[in-house]
């Protein structure tokens, strides 16, 4: 695992994996011979052909062509935690204890779950290029290759439980959106409760799990998974478990910089958060609903005590989904929602 404190710090290349490092070599999208890969790793051809087929395994997709080499399928900067931190402005760096990258974690949500809170307003970055066993909402499974998404927590204390905690995953949509932009991504849109969604395909989703302290501070664990540069076959195989996906690159975003999205996610969440501590959810009300792929649409909403059908009618002031069932309005503040078909 790799790291730096706010403003930077030492890299551990050697601990890596060889399958890290030949993913590393591999990242800029071009081809590299097996020769030249084991010459610049130090390691046998046979060695990075192993490495090649790892990569295969955890669901890259990378060519090989007879006397030019390897290349993976599109070129996906390596995360580099050095970049990240130098890309986030002084003054919101300054709100960032540590940012870390590690080539392969359980969950990098459980990682920083079990670690100690950071400072009262401070954060701690963790990001991974592959989890074993990255979840979404609802213990659901996140699939993820190496190089084509971003698997991102934050870990941040409050001084005091904020109202409206139960909407922060509002306002975390909100800040990814914002950095979104920053890319050059205009058309997404936010889907209650967690997702962000581009022509109703799941583009990426916000994972939030708390750990509260019996004096009164909060400490939570933000958790962010966007599809970047998926491939067909990842694409096909999360379509498969009733999902319709969509990934950066489908949405016409040419070879996006991941390191340049973390940083931008990392910058749009310390500012959201200072704010959110002191205000609410309020302050992004507005640009949530702008936001809404919901609002007028005939939904259904699944909660533990069944299935609620009705038209969708936005957020309140709360956060809480606002629905107009036969039965009259309704208020759901948790639960998961699908778009039903036009008849």
């Known amino acids: ?23 590393a070599a591999l990242a800029d999208g071009e081809f590299h011979s097996g020769e030249q890969l084991a010459e ?8 990075v052909w192993k490495a090649v087929e790892s990569l295969r395994d955890l669901g890259s997709t990378l060519h090989a062509v007879r006397n030019r080499g390897y290349r993976l399928r599109s070129g996906s ?5 050095k970049r990240i931190a130098g890309l986030v402005p002084p003054a919101d760096r300054a709100h960032v204890r540590s940012i870390e990258t590690a080539w392969t974690v359980d969950s990098t949500n459980s990682v920083l779950l079990a670690r100690p809170n950071p400072p009262f307003d401070g954060c701690d970055v963790l990001l991974a290029e592959y989890q074993t066993a990255g979840r979404g909402r609802r213990g659901r499974a996140w699939l993820a290759p190496p190089g084509g998404s971003i698997c991102q927590s934050l870990a941040w204390a409050f001084r005091e439980v904020p109202q409206d905690l139960g909407a922060l995953g ?15 991504l205009e058309n ?15 583009l990426g989703g916000i994972l939030i799990e708390l750990r ?16 970047v540069a998926l491939g067909a076959k990842v694409l096909e195989a999360i379509g498969e478990t009733g999902a319709f996906p969509i990934d950066l690159v489908t949405a016409g975003l040419t070879q996006p910089s991941r ?62 989904l606002v629905v107009e069932t036969p039965h009259g309005v309704r208020r759901f503040i948790s639960g998961d929602v699908t778009v039903r078909a036009v008849e």
């Not at 664990?221 to 599809?227: D, K, S, T």
């Not at 909660?303 to 002031?317: H, K, P, Q, S, W």
Request: proline share 3%; net charge neutral; hydrophobic share 50%.
């Open 1 to 23: 695992m790799t790291k730096a404190t706010a403003p930077a710090g030492a890299t551990h290349d050697a601990a890596l994996p060889l399958v890290a490092k030949v993913f």
């Open 40 to 47: 610049t790793l130090g390691v046998s051809r046979a060695a």
């Open 77 to 81: 900067d390596a995360l580099d935690f």
């Open 170 to 184: 509002l306002v975390i949509g909100v800040c990814a959106l914002r950095a979104l932009r920053e890319l050059g």
């Open 188 to 202: 997404a849109r936010l889907k209650w409760p967690n997702d962000i969604v581009i022509d109703d395909r799941k």
């Open 212 to 227: 509260a302290e019996s004096a009164g501070p909060a400490s939570v664990v933000i958790g962010i998974g966007l599809n």
């Open 259 to 320: 390191n340049a999205l973390a940083a931008a996610l990392v910058t749009q969440i310390v500012r959201g958060l200072l704010v959110f501590e002191k205000e609410g959810l309020r302050p992004f009300a507005e640009e949530w609903r702008s936001a809404d792929a919901l609002r007028g649409r005939q939904i259904d909403v699944h909660t533990m005590e069944g299935v609620a059908r009705g038209l969708a009618r936005g957020i309140d002031l709360h956060g809480a």
